[in-house]
Structure formats: C-alpha cells, structure tokens
C-alpha cells in the first residue's frame, strides 16, 4: 500500500497549485482522506479533510475559502486545490487515509500516510 502526494511546487503569493494524492494497492474510496502539512520548525497540522463519500469537508480556519478537496472515484485520486495562497502556506504537504473520518485533526488516527510534496510561496 502506498500513498503518493504530488503537484508540490514554487508559486508566487496569490497563485494556485493543485495537489493530488493517488494510491497504489488500495482503493480510496472507503477512506477519510486528510491533507496535512508542516512548515520547517512547527508541528504538523491538519489542513482539511473530506469524508469517505465525499459529503463533508472539516477546514482549518486559516484555509477556509481558499483551498477545497475533491475526490475522483475512477482515478483513485483525491485532489486538493489551494488558491490565494500565501507564505504562510508554505510547508511539505502530506496526504493520509483514515477508516472513519472522525476526529481528522488526530495524525494518528490515519493509517496510511504518504511521502509528501513540498510547497513553496515566494513573497
């Protein structure tokens, strides 16, 4: 089983990336897919997560309005889309998959994890 979080790159303040987290030996769907991301020196934190059908989406405030979460069944993959992005933005983003969805914040909670994809803002 493995995760792959892709799409990382450098942008400037106010642009776009779009993130994907796809899987190879398992199948997305059943899961809560959470993105995470650290900023060199701080802890890791929760961005957003979506349920495993789709239907609910938890934020953390600082990304509210900004970044969204869509699954694609038919390609395994789950996309995270960041706009209006700032420095403070800037970390490695991690994708995870959790069984029930609850409690997203929880890190540990999350089974499979993947390698992450760095993002970059310039100023």
């Known amino acids: 089983v493995q995760l792959q979080a892709s799409g990382g790159g450098l942008v400037e303040t106010g642009g776009s990336l779009r993130l994907s987290c796809s899987a190879s030996?398992?199948?997305?769907?059943?899961?809560?897919i959470g993105w995470f991301r650290q900023a060199p020196g701080k802890e890791r934190e929760g961005v957003l997560c979506?349920?495993?059908?789709?239907?609910?989406?938890y934020w953390t405030d600082s990304v509210k309005g900004r970044f969204t979460v869509s699954r694609d069944g038919a390609k395994n993959t789950v996309y995270l889309q960041m706009n209006d992005l700032e420095p403070e933005d800037a970390a490695v983003y991690y994708c995870?998959?959790?069984?029930?969805?609850?409690?997203?914040?929880?890190?540990?909670?999350?089974?499979?994890w993947g390698q992450g994809t760095l993002v970059t803002v310039s100023s």
């Open positions: 995870a998959a959790e069984p029930s969805g609850s409690n997203w914040r929880v890190a540990d909670l999350y089974k499979y």
């Open positions: 030996g398992l199948t997305l769907d059943p899961y809560a």
């Open positions: 979506i349920s495993s059908r789709g239907g609910t989406t």
